[in-house]
C-alpha cells in the first residue's frame, strides 16, 4: 500500500496491464479495493481508458456503481478521461451501463458523466483527445444520457460546459463540436 492507500491492483490498473491485473485477482487482491479517496481499481481503469482491465476487474465482480469520497463513478472517469480510444472509451461505457452502473448519477457537484465528457477543462486538447472526448459525448446521449441535468451553483448544464461557461473567462475554452452535439438532442 502507497501514501494515497493505493496498492497493487490500483497500480496495476492504471499501467493498463491486464495481465497483472488477472493474477493479482487471482492471489486474492480485493477487487474493490479502495484508495484515501475510496477509488477502486475499476474507477482507475475507467479513467485511463484500459478496456481490456476494466473487462478482467468486472469478470472478477468489481462494483459498477462503486462510489468514490465524491460520489464519483466510474462512468464519471471514462467521460472525463483524457487518455485511451474513443471506441475503447465507448466500450467501457457500455460494460458499466450493463452492470447497472447509473446513467445519470451525479456527483457530489452535481455533475453527470455527460457533464465530464462535455467539459472543456482549462488545457487545450489534441486532435486525437477531442476526437475521443466527441466519441463518448456522442455514445453517453446515444445511451440516453440527460443533457438538462445542471451541475451545481454556476456550473450548468453539459453544454454550458462544453461552451467553457464554468470557467473563468481567461481560460474558457469553447468547445463548439460538442456544443453543437448536444444541441441536436435538444440542449
Known amino acids: ?21 488477472a493474477r493479482l485477482i487471482t492471489e ?3 477487487v474493490d479495493a479502495r484508495n484515501f479517496r475510496m477509488y477502486t481499481p475499476l474507477h482507475i481503469a ?9 473487462a478482467a476487474l468486472m469478470a472478477a465482480g468489481a462494483d459498477a456503481g462503486a462510489l468514490t469520497t465524491f460520489q464519483i463513478t466510474p462512468l464519471h472517469e471514462v467521460a472525463r478521461g483524457r487518455v485511451g480510444t ?3 472509451r465507448a466500450e467501457i461505457v457500455d460494460r458499466l451501463l450493463e452492470a447497472g452502473c447509473p446513467l445519470n448519477a451525479v456527483d457530489s457537484t452535481g455533475r453527470t ?8 477543462g482549462t488545457t487545450p486538447w489534441s486532435p486525437e483527445q477531442q476526437a475521443t ?6 455514445h453517453l446521449l446515444n445511451r440516453g444520457a440527460d443533457p438538462s441535468i445542471a451541475a451545481r451553483g454556476k456550473q450548468g448544464r453539459p453544454i454550458d460546459a462544453a461552451r467553457g461557461l464554468h470557467q473563468a473567462k481567461k481560460y474558457r475554452i469553447e468547445w463548439a463540436e460538442g456544443a453543437a452535439l448536444l444541441e441536436q438532442h435538444g440542449q
Do not use: I
Open 28 to 30: 486474492g487482491n480485493v
Open 133 to 138: 472526448r466527441f466519441r463518448v459525448l456522442q
Open 1 to 21: 500500500m502507497d501514501a494515497l492507500g493505493e496498492g497493487p491492483l490500483h497500480t496495476a490498473a492504471q499501467a493498463g496491464d491486464a495481465r497483472k491485473v
Open 113 to 120: 458523466a455527460l457533464w465530464y465528457a462535455a467539459s472543456t
Open 46 to 54: 475507467a479513467g485511463m481508458g484500459a478496456s481490456e482491465v476494466v
Open 86 to 88: 474513443g471506441d475503447a
